[in-house]
């Protein structure tokens, strides 16, 4: 490491990688990064290329003294790295379209990261992370792995009870997000709020406000309660909670709670949209090809602000973050997916859990804060576990009835009957990247 870092990023194509480079580059002085190996898949070789090329821009733009590798060689690029994040979609956009079309064709929510859409990105993923796990603990035992790839709670879930590699972080940029918002509603700078959060990923609440480090709860979530549709996500419907209900549950929801708590009204837009010939992964495929446009352009070398049309905007401020917190050992407070260990008595010890942690150089110590979750939550919660559970059991086994169980489980199917037919359906559709559920 005294010689600078080296960071492996597999899906390095990604639409998202400018805004993770530009991250790296603002934090040089911090995270001295020497080499950052760009890795992704034959079909994704063009998009690699692509993205390359501006990462080169943008450093010499810089004038860092960091290079960029571009490789299909994944073991390659892990060996001796420092750290190591996934940002992968296996099977590609088109995957994610039958993630959201073929539910929305039954008549239950279509999304990349809940219900059956989230499950089959999940049994898709798993075995792929795990993959890359192993290959860390062979050839960079030491690296952390910092997995954005959704769905971030099942992933874990995997990652603690089958791999070996044992250095392991989960991130979003949800809570982040919801921060943001809240330092809009206050008309402040975002960096003046912290949150403490606590529940899964995508299913975290807010419990407790700081504004420049003073606890503002009260103030702050009346506030919220006026403005809840200012606290959102590009690619979440703008809808408003119910001010009683959210006066009633005493906690921020994020905006994925609006799949859980708005359920029938986030299912007529999105069965419109649908009608209409279009889901979010439309829109997605649309804004992806016009950013590579856009990154093609030979003059380009800073991240375009249209990158920030995507969902996961921020993601830079928090990959970056983990990474630098890490390497500096300095002790700071960030929401990150880890294990529970004695943190949540809800949950046995090695249950994965998104919390406010204090961030070392060993990793992530959840912020105890609370010691069990609230009456409120905990039914939705253990729901939403207990379907991760199952689905990263599935994932790994190919087992077709707990995939099935997860499937009807999960509260935005909650159909026996239907939801075993789109079981069947999303199987067969998803068969080149399922071996495990057909190879028996």
Not at 103 to 112: D, R
Not at 252 to 272: N, V
Request: with cysteine; glycine share 8%.
């Amino acid at each position: 490491m005294n010689e600078g870092l080296k960071i492996a990023t597999i899906g390095g194509g990604s639409s998202y990688t400018p805004e993770f480079l530009e991250g790296l580059i603002k934090r040089y002085d911090e995270l001295p990064v020497r080499e950052l190996w760009l890795v992704d898949i034959e079909a994704g070789l063009e998009k690699l290329q692509i993205i390359g090329d501006l990462a080169k821009r943008m450093i010499d733009k810089a004038n860092v003294p960091m290079k960029i590798y571009t490789t299909t060689d994944r073991r390659k690029a892990l060996e001796g790295a420092d750290f190591v994040t996934t940002q992968i979609r296996v099977g590609q956009m088109k995957a994610r379209a039958k993630d959201e079309r073929i539910p929305l064709s039954y008549g239950f929510i279509g999304q990349e990261t809940n219900g059956a859409g989230g499950l089959f990105k999940g049994l898709r993923t798993i075995p792929v992370i795990l993959e890359i796990a192993d290959e860390m603990n062979e050839l960079c035992p030491n690296a952390w792995l910092i997995n954005f790839t959704n769905p971030v709670g099942m992933v874990m879930e995997a990652l603690i009870r089958y791999s070996k590699h044992r250095k392991f972080i989960g991130l979003c940029n949800v809570p982040i997000g919801v921060e943001r918002g809240i330092a809009k509603i206050l008309d402040i700078d975002y960096n003046r709020v912290r949150i403490d959060f606590a529940g899964l990923n995508h299913m975290v609440y807010g419990f407790d406000v700081f504004i420049d480090g003073i606890r503002k709860t009260k103030e702050v979530f009346n506030r919220f309660i006026e403005d809840s549709n200012l606290v959102n996500m590009k690619n979440i419907e703008l809808l408003e909670f119910d001010k009683e209900f959210l006066k009633a549950l005493k906690l921020i929801p994020c905006p994925y709670h609006k799949y859980y708590y708005k359920t029938k009204d986030m299912l007529e837009i999105e069965l419109e949209q649908f009608k209409n010939g279009t889901t979010r992964a439309e829109e997605v495929i649309k804004t992806e090809s016009e950013l590579f446009n856009l990154y093609k352009d030979p003059s380009l070398d800073v991240k375009p602000v249209e990158l920030e049309k995507r969902g996961g905007a921020y993601y830079s401020d928090v990959a970056c973050n983990l990474i630098s917190s890490i390497y500096n050992d300095k002790g700071d407070l960030q929401v990150v997916n880890t294990v529970n260990k004695d943190t949540i008595r809800d949950f046995p010890t090695d249950y994965a859990i998104e919390i406010t942690c204090k961030i070392t150089k060993d990793g992530p110590i959840p912020h105890k804060f609370i010691d069990e979750f609230p009456l409120t939550i905990k039914g939705l919660i253990n729901q939403i576990k207990t379907f991760e559970i199952l689905g990263a059991q599935a994932a790994v086994d190919g087992d077709y009835e707990k995939a099935l169980l997860a499937m009807i489980l999960n509260p935005l199917v909650a159909n026996d009957i239907l939801g075993h037919k789109l079981l069947d359906e999303m199987l067969e559709v998803n068969k080149e990247y399922l071996p495990r559920f057909f190879n028996k």
